[in-house]
């Protein structure tokens, strides 16, 4: 997997309720965000990894995760960029709540609050 593919994830794990706020800052419309919400109602790290492989797809070789960083402190969510400049990531505080499903299986059905410990980071 790619430094940048792997960063995506990340952000991914991180936005939580934070990814339709960031559709905004990166320009994507009302449509474009019910559309996310529609086609994935069950889990908000596959809301937050439509929205940025939609945004990876229209901005092509332009889509420079300087971009994304900045529009991610322009959100007030700084916090995801220190997790991935800094050290090991670490989840934002939010990110482990119900409808959240680990990295490596996007397909499961939503977590119990109670599953939590067993939520996982792939390297």
């Known amino acids: 997997m790619e430094r940048a593919e792997i960063k995506i994830n990340i952000i991914a794990e991180q936005l939580g309720l934070s990814w339709a706020e960031l559709a905004r800052e990166l320009q994507f419309g009302v449509d474009d965000i019910n559309r996310i919400r529609v086609e994935n109602p069950n889990s908000l790290l596959d809301q937050s990894s439509a929205l940025l492989n939609l945004w990876a797809s229209r901005e092509g070789k332009r889509a420079k995760m300087e971009s994304l960083y900045i529009a991610l402190k322009n959100i007030d969510r700084a916090d995801i960029v220190t997790s991935l400049e800094g050290q090991a990531?670490?989840?934002?505080?939010?990110?482990?709540?119900?409808g959240a499903c680990r990295l490596g299986d996007r397909n499961s059905t939503m977590l119990s609050p109670s599953d939590d410990s067993d939520y996982d980071y792939e390297s």
């Open 89 to 98: 990531p670490q989840p934002a505080p939010g990110s482990s709540e119900e």
